[in-house]
């Protein structure tokens, strides 16, 4: 987060005066080129041309440009413009870039978690449980109103096994832990 009294290179603050001199270039030049849409500065609250750090910077491209290598002013926009739309390209790639790296992770994370669970169905389907039981209660079925739960429901294989009371950790209608003889196994 960016203090409002903070500087980037963006930020307005030179006036054209100053602006000038920085890029060597005359105050008049500068208004032409803002009015061909070369460099447009921000602007005050009177009005007044307002130039960064990165407008000073492009000044000085545009002269260059222009001074060494002989190209019109058309030309000098264009070069800019590409020169523009290739950074928003580079920073939109990087995003994608970031977002193919996450969802990658993601699906590795998830195809880990389908592995785990095919694993776990296979094991079950071979004769093997989800959740290991104790058998005690020599084979028979039990059904969930032994539990407390409605008839003719399923139970879980786990809450099945025919545990008796005391197994299931209640002795005398208290849990076992209040009665003081807790069943560890």
């Known amino acids: 987060m960016t203090s409002q009294f903070e500087l980037t290179d963006d930020t307005p603050v030179y006036v054209i005066s100053v602006a000038a001199q920085l890029s060597g270039l005359h105050p008049q030049t500068l208004r032409a080129y803002d009015r061909l849409g070369l460099v447009s500065p921000g602007r005050a609250a009177g009005r007044g041309r307002r130039y960064s750090l990165r407008d000073v910077l492009i000044l000085r ?73 104790r058998d005690g209660g020599a084979g028979r079925q039990a059904s969930a109103s032994d539990h407390g739960g409605e008839a003719g429901v399923p139970v879980a294989p786990d809450t099945a096994a025919g545990l008796g009371h005391s197994q299931r950790g209640i002795t005398d209608g208290r849990p076992a832990a209040a009665s003081g003889q807790a069943d560890f196994g």
């Open 61 to 133: 491209e545009v002269q260059r440009l222009s001074q060494e290598e002989g190209i019109n002013l058309n030309g000098i926009k264009r070069i800019l413009e590409l020169q523009l739309a290739e950074q928003r390209s580079r920073l939109r790639l990087a995003e994608l870039t970031a977002e193919v790296s996450q969802l990658r992770a993601e699906l590795e994370s998830t195809r880990a978690v389908a592995a785990r669970l095919a694993n776990l169905v296979r094991s079950r389907s071979e004769g093997g449980t989800l959740v290991p039981v």
